[in-house]
């Protein structure tokens, strides 16, 4: 735990809200998305759906492929908890939501669906994207897939696969994503080949947001490398998410903002 709290503590002291941003790009951002304090309709649908999952106290068995969990001891666990301890923030869901509003991408990515709390939210963002969403689980795939039922999200396609075996084959198919949200595996190596392996499918707007970007000292080098990427021009750490752009109009420059 020491070392997430020495990265804090250097975000904290790097860290700027729009005032010190000069890049009109990331001040529009900052100032009419990250900061858009006004309520919105769709958090209910995004509230609703997590207390669907709060209230579940079923019990699943997990298949974890990732970096593992710092809470549970045991693979099998009640969906209430994973909700509560491993699933994305109320505050996060809302921002996320924002971001896919923002940016109206029609093409989104996720890689690691967990419950779906962070797919319901992008796809209450723009319900005519075509979401897909991928995950290694299919006790937890299966929840998530209940509920996108439930709750009439029909623009999500959920995939269970492990990971690196999608992107192999998404490879091949010459596909292009708007938006890319990587939730799925917090290890450098992993982080650094699920990269490598989606350059491909970037247009000059593409949003990808990678998630837990200071959960160890090598997700920290995993993200400096992708700083350093010849084809990422802007990125934004926010501390928890770390956002890369490939604008090739912009110079490349990297921003950390408080949200």
């Not at 549970?72 to 994305?88: L, V, W, Y």
């Not at 991928?134 to 990971?163: K, L, Q």
Request: one cysteine or more; glycine letters at 4%.
């Amino acid at each position: 735990m020491y070392p997430q709290i020495k990265a804090y503590l250097n975000f904290l002291w790097h860290s700027k809200n729009e005032h010190g941003v000069h890049s009109p790009f990331v001040f529009s951002l900052v100032t009419k998305c990250f900061y858009d304090k006004k309520s919105k309709p769709e958090y209910a649908i995004l509230n609703r759906f997590r207390t669907t999952l709060l209230q579940n106290k079923n019990q699943i068995s997990v298949t974890d492929f990732g970096a593992g969990s710092r809470v549970f001891k045991s693979n099998t666990r009640q969906i209430a908890q994973i909700a509560r301890n491993a699933g994305i923030s109320k505050k996060r869901a809302r921002l996320l939501f924002r971001i896919v509003r923002y940016f109206q991408p029609d093409t989104i990515l996720e890689i690691g669906t967990s419950l779906g709390l962070a797919t319901s939210a992008m796809a209450a963002g723009n319900p005519k994207a075509n979401i897909t969403t991928i995950e290694g689980c299919p006790e937890t795939a299966r929840i998530a897939r209940e509920n996108f039922t439930a709750f009439g999200h029909t623009n999500i396609t959920p995939v269970i696969s492990e990971f690196q075996s999608y992107l192999d084959s998404v490879a091949n198919e010459n596909k292009k994503y708007d938006l890319i949200y990587f939730d799925g595996n917090h290890q450098k190596e992993a982080t650094l080949h699920y990269f490598n392996s989606l350059l491909p499918t970037i247009t000059n707007d593409s949003v990808w947001i990678f998630d837990d970007i200071h959960w160890s000292p090598e997700m920290d080098q995993a993200w400096q490398i992708i700083q350093q990427h010849p084809k990422v021009t802007v990125t934004i750490d926010t501390f928890q998410w770390g956002f890369v752009f490939f604008r090739s109009e912009q110079e490349k420059e990297h921003f950390t903002i408080r949200v």
